[in-house]
């Protein structure tokens, strides 16, 4: 497994993150063998949101009552969590960003997960009321605290981070983004730049990409093997994606790895440095998904396989 110092940080973090998104409903037994298995791969890093489960704290709850883990086992891991939606119970949800509500949320996830102190706490998603004062209020409150060490977004463009960073003290380290082979206008934009009557060539992200690169923000990878939006995995799915899978399949019979190691790897393969989140509860699929965390894919392959998603090169 792929390890690295985070940038902005002091931590040393794997490349691949298990997401807790769906553990809600597994009994202690099942979440248990699910962390284990990723702490054998060589995960050391889990990514959670005060919403998953449905309920509020509701998977950062689970996780903690099933694993009970000592201050020492705690000091092990990488923990990250997530604050700003706030569901209305009508089927609906809105975003606060407001100092109040990150403030009472980290405190919220901090009883959840039964620990002390939060590594990363993550904006989650945007909010078209922020105001930038208010989250660098409660970033100074919970860090001079010693409740949360870092900070980061998810789902921010450029200009939506570079408003925050006017107020904000602390570097933000992360911003979580949906990325997958065949989900990857982030980095298919920059291969078609300027290139008339071609959907691939808007810019929809401000650059994100480069600037997360230059200003040593961690991209953070989620629905790493969603063919869309929640449209289903594009592994296996030969009658949707069969180029795609032709070449998944050759390249992981190639490195003898899975062949969900090979759709991890080509996310890892990027110099950017990302980490790919995992939001699988199977074991298997999680020990699959590690494989691919240093999977050597040459330059001929990874545009291979961006070819065989559909995007094109001039």
């Given at each position: 497994?792929?390890?690295?110092?985070?940038?902005?940080?002091?931590?040393?973090?794997?490349?691949?993150?298990?997401?807790?998104?769906?553990?809600?409903?597994?009994?202690?037994?099942?979440i248990?063998?699910?962390?284990?298995?990723?702490?054998?791969?060589?995960?050391?890093?889990?990514?959670?949101?005060?919403?998953?489960?449905?309920?509020?704290?509701?998977?950062?709850?689970?996780?903690?009552?099933?694993?009970?883990?000592?201050?020492?086992?705690?000091?092990?891991?990488?923990?990250?969590?997530?604050?700003?939606?706030?569901?209305?119970?009508?089927?609906?949800?809105?975003?606060?960003?407001?100092?109040?509500?990150?403030?009472?949320?980290?405190?919220?996830?901090?009883?959840?997960?039964?620990?002390?102190?939060?590594?990363?706490l993550?904006?989650?998603?945007?909010?078209?009321?922020?105001?930038?004062?208010?989250?660098?209020?409660?970033?100074?409150?919970?860090?001079?605290?010693?409740?949360?060490?870092?900070?980061?977004?998810?789902?921010?463009?450029?200009?939506?981070?570079?408003?925050?960073?006017?107020?904000?003290?602390?570097?933000?380290?992360?911003?979580?983004l949906q990325?997958s082979?065949?989900?990857?206008?982030?980095?298919?934009?920059?291969?078609?730049?300027?290139?008339?009557?071609?959907?691939?060539?808007?810019?929809?992200?401000?650059?994100?990409l480069?600037?997360?690169?230059?200003?040593?923000?961690?991209?953070?990878?989620?629905?790493p093997?969603?063919?869309?939006?929640?449209?289903?995995?594009?592994?296996?799915?030969?009658?949707?994606?069969?180029?795609?899978?032709?070449?998944?399949?050759?390249?992981?019979?190639?490195y003898?790895?899975?062949?969900?190691?090979?759709?991890?790897?080509?996310?890892?393969?990027?110099?950017?440095?990302?980490?790919?989140?995992?939001?699988?509860?199977?074991?298997?699929?999680?020990?699959?998904?590690?494989?691919?965390?240093?999977?050597?894919?040459?330059?001929?392959?990874?545009?291979?396989?961006?070819?065989?998603?559909?995007?094109?090169?001039?």
């Amino acid at each position: 497994m792929k390890t690295f110092t985070l940038p902005g940080t002091d931590l040393r973090v794997s490349n691949v993150v298990a997401g807790m998104m769906r553990i809600a409903d597994k009994s202690d037994a099942e979440i248990r063998e699910l962390v284990t298995t990723a702490i054998d791969a060589g995960i050391n890093f889990f990514d959670h949101a005060d919403v998953y489960g449905g309920q509020a704290h509701k998977c950062e709850r689970r996780f903690a009552d099933a694993l009970k883990w000592s201050s020492a086992q705690r000091e092990k891991v990488i923990l990250q969590t997530k604050a700003g939606i706030v569901p209305t119970g009508q089927g609906w949800a809105y975003f606060d960003f407001s100092a109040a509500h990150l403030i009472e949320a980290a405190e919220g996830s901090l009883k959840a997960l039964g620990t002390d102190y939060i590594d990363i706490l993550l904006l989650h998603r945007p909010d078209a009321l922020v105001e930038p004062e208010e989250v660098a209020q409660a970033f100074d409150q919970l860090q001079g605290s010693g409740k949360v060490r870092h900070f980061g977004v998810s789902n921010h463009s450029r200009s939506q981070i570079e408003l925050l960073q006017a107020a904000v003290r602390q570097p933000l380290v992360a911003n979580q983004l949906q990325l997958s082979i065949t989900h990857a206008p982030i980095v298919a934009q920059g291969l078609s730049i300027n290139m008339q009557g071609l959907d691939q060539s808007v810019a929809r992200d401000d650059g994100v990409l480069d600037f997360c690169r230059r200003q040593n923000i961690t991209i953070q990878a989620w629905s790493p093997f969603q063919r869309g939006f929640f449209d289903g995995t594009f592994l296996g799915d030969g009658e949707r994606e069969p180029k795609l899978n032709e070449v998944i399949d050759r390249l992981a019979a190639k490195y003898q790895i899975s062949p969900i190691g090979i759709a991890t790897a080509w996310i890892t393969r990027h110099p950017a440095n990302m980490q790919v989140v995992l939001g699988t509860t199977s074991p298997a699929r999680v020990a699959g998904a590690a494989e691919g965390s240093e999977a050597p894919l040459t330059k001929p392959e990874w545009y291979e396989l961006t070819l065989a998603a559909g995007y094109i090169t001039p």
